[in-house]
């Protein structure tokens, strides 16, 4: 049984090596560059990575396109900016030989500002990125996409590495860009006008969720941030929900 690992990447010139490096493992290396300017396509080439390269559609339409590209039985899907620890892949190679799903979710330690977090609903964030291809239907959604799997989804106990939030910059640059997408899905749904008590329940319900909830202030100063942060992300999302409804 061979594995194709797929990443999906833009601009990762920076990360992108530690994350190839981490998947050296698997029979086949799938890279589906979205549009790179920096050395993100020359590094993948360099290593003798398998590169696709578009402009076109959405996260759902870039991971089918991986998926239709890779030439194994299973699909292992991996963003630039994780990493697959020494546990994580023996347990993987295991799965595959002697598992009996068809799918299975890893969890993720994902580290924020270089901070390993433990709470505010951040552990243990499982993401469904093993899959038999031939159980696979096809991704769907335009962000926060899935998989559409036809059997059973198990589970694996050795999480990626997840490197993300590295700066207060690259944050707001990253909420700027995703809030502009989630905002329009809002608006084609017809979401309800917003009022200035809607702009209230928005933040108030992610400050209950993260920092009560799932006392994220136990991560201590970075869990506080990234509660605030958390609660101004839904609100410039929901800030371009009302600046498209008022240009209707």
Known sequence: ????????????????????????WVDEIILVDTGSTDETVEIAKRLGVKVVETKDGDFSKWRNLGAKSAK???LFYIDSDERVTEELREEIKRTILEGT???????RRNFLLGHEM???????????????????IGWEGDLHEQPKIEGNV????????????????????????WSEIEARLLFKSHHPKMTWWRFFSVASREFWYRGVLKLGFLDGPIGIIEIIYQMYSRMIT???????????
């Open 238 to 248: 929901y800030a371009k929900l009302w600046e498209m409804q008022i240009e209707k």
């Open 72 to 74: 194994s039985d299973w």
């Open 101 to 107: 799903d068809a799918a299975y979710a890893i969890p």
């Open 154 to 177: 198990g589970k694996l106990k050795n999480p990626f590495v997840h490197i993300t939030h590295r700066s207060l910059s690259e944050m707001v640059e990253k909420t700027n860009n």
């Open 118 to 136: 433990h709470w505010g609903g951040w552990w243990p964030d499982y993401v469904l990125r093993l899959i038999r291809k031939d159980a696979l």
């Open 1 to 24: 049984m061979k594995t194709s690992a797929i990443i999906i990447a833009k601009n990762a010139g920076g990360l992108i090596e530690d994350c190839l490096q981490s998947v050296g």
